[in-house]
């Protein structure tokens, strides 16, 4: 009984060793794993910035004509409504009643005011 206990006395530390350098390689893979995964994550969260750029400037390319545009109908928005309000409030009349009331100037007599 003695020769066995032993055997396995000098056998334990060879198969702690084992086991511990399985443990030991294990935790290598697993923080290799970890850094790769890490990694991986980085790397994702890097493309997304880059199509938020990308889509940023687009839209700011966009945003530019729009912008132009923008303003163009704010300001006839803005003329049509005083037109309108000027209409309503009966400063303004009707083209065709003004045509007729308008001073008109020929050519000729422009011609003979410049010659004195």
Wanted: glycine share 6%; net charge negative; aromatic share 2%.
């Amino acid at each position: 009984g003695d020769a066995g206990g032993w055997a396995s006395v000098v056998n334990t530390p060879s198969r702690q060793a084992a086991v511990d350098n399985s443990n030991s390689n294990e935790e290598k893979k697993a923080r290799r794993l970890k850094r790769l995964q890490e990694e991986e994550e980085a790397l994702a969260q890097a493309d997304i910035w880059i199509a938020i750029a990308e889509q940023t400037k687009n839209d700011a390319a966009v945003n530019e004509n729009t912008g132009a545009s923008d303003a163009a109908d704010w300001a006839i928005a803005r003329s049509l409504n005083a037109l309108v309000q000027a209409q309503d409030s009966g400063q303004l009349q009707d083209s065709s009643q003004r045509s007729g009331t308008r001073p008109t100037k020929s050519p000729k007599q422009g011609d003979k005011e410049g010659e004195v």
